[in-house]
């Protein structure tokens, strides 16, 4: 029998991929799916390859929640706060899988990653835990990355720096930035075509542009074209942002490893104007003293998506870059080198698609592991 699947968030930016990713692999034929809507209650619900997948259930309705087997929730904390509890409150044993990240730290749910922790996710279902959240998008892509340098054991502790896509802030984010290159461009477009300007005399429009508080801030907050964040997330209060937090607590969380033996990991992280990737660059200090190819082969014989760039100008320029990896499920890994550290430190940089690996393809596969149960 077809398991019963209730998807909530299906048309957000996250929900949007994922239903792609679905389609894509055809894991709709294998399932009883309901759309659920928190907004459009009895409208037609998606037609996808001329099937028509009937009217939108109301995704507050917990009565039309039970019948589920599993529910599948890209629609945000906010909605998880509202309904999880409550629907557990009626004694529903279904399974509840969510993209959200306000149950991650929860002790009923298990942050999912299937290529890493796998055996920990089935274990747990064992133990009949039957709440499973993807994890944060940096940590998610750090442990594809460095999967294999974590599962033998020899990272003592890392410190990262990351320069996060605009999508990671949700879909009003690549449209202001989107919005802010055009305001850019078009306010020196003239002189751009002038072999004699000063290219100063152009800089200056522009940083004078990104520094006036009505014309170009067009959602009233700091420009992303031609300028960085270096905060993500909310004020942790510690000197820290909740996304720095989030690397060491939700790291060892996926990988389950006890207090004395967590992995130290501390990180910078900033919000930069690319679209959809993540890239972080890794300073690492090993357990022990190894050599470059055998590194680069743990890294390799983890998982099937990390590539490997070799560690020279042209390769790094040509390959090592967001827009290779944009739209695509590979793990990009580069600059692999000795640090001037000492022979126990190494540096990484890696780049995924904070759409897929760092949001939807986890839920994809975890929902995949459930229907095979
Ligand atoms: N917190 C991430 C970001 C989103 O802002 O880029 C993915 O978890």
Redesign the pocket.
């Given at each position: 029998m077809k398991k019963k699947v209730g998807f909530v968030g299906w048309r957000g930016l996250v929900g949007s991929v994922l239903l792609n990713r679905m389609i894509f692999k055809k894991d709709l034929s294998k399932l009883n799916i309901k759309f659920f809507t928190t907004s459009q209650v009895g409208h037609n619900g998606p037609k996808i390859n001329n099937t028509k997948f009937g009217i939108l259930e109301n995704a507050y309705d917990l009565q039309k929640l039970i019948e589920m087997d599993i529910i599948l929730t890209c629609q945000g904390s906010e909605y998880t706060k509202k309904v999880y509890f409550n629907l557990k409150k009626l004694g529903w044993t279904g399974f509840w899988i969510d993209a959200s990240s306000y149950l991650r730290m929860h002790k009923s749910a298990i942050i999912v990653l299937d290529p890493v922790n796998y055996n920990f996710i089935m274990q747990s279902i064992e133990n009949g835990c039957r709440t499973f959240v993807g994890g944060?998008?940096?940590v998610s892509l750090m442990l594809m990355a460095l999967g294999g340098l974590f599962d033998n054991n020899l990272i003592k502790r890392i410190f990262v720096s990351t320069y996060?896509?605009v999508s990671?802030?949700g879909s009003s984010y690549i449209k202001k930035l989107l919005l802010e290159m055009g305001v850019l461009h078009n306010s020196v477009k003239d002189d751009l075509k002038k072999n004699n300007i000063s290219i100063l005399k152009i800089e200056s429009v522009i940083t004078s542009l990104l520094k006036s508080r009505n014309s170009f801030r067009l959602f009233n907050d700091t420009p992303l074209a031609g300028n960085l964040i270096p905060w993500?997330?909310s004020d942790n209060n510690d000197g820290k942002s909740k996304?720095e937090v989030k690397g060491q607590f939700e790291t060892n969380k996926i990988l389950n490893l006890k207090t004395d033996e967590e992995v130290i990991i501390d990180s910078m992280c900033v919000r930069i104007s690319t679209f959809r990737c993540?890239s972080q660059s890794f300073l690492i200090e090993l357990n022990k003293i190894i050599n470059l190819s055998e590194i680069k082969s743990i890294l390799l014989n983890h998982n099937k998506w990390t590539e490997i760039v070799d560690n020279d100008k042209y390769s790094t320029i040509r390959y090592l870059t967001p827009s290779m990896v944009s739209g695509t499920l590979k793990i990009l890994l580069g600059r692999i080198r000795f640090s001037s550290f000492g022979k126990s430190y190494i540096t990484v940089f890696s780049i995924g698609d904070?759409l897929l690996w760092?949001?939807s393809e986890p839920l994809r596969r975890m929902l995949n592991i459930l229907i095979k149960l």
């Open positions: 944060n998008c940096t996060q896509a990671g802030a993500i997330d996304e993540h904070q760092g949001a």
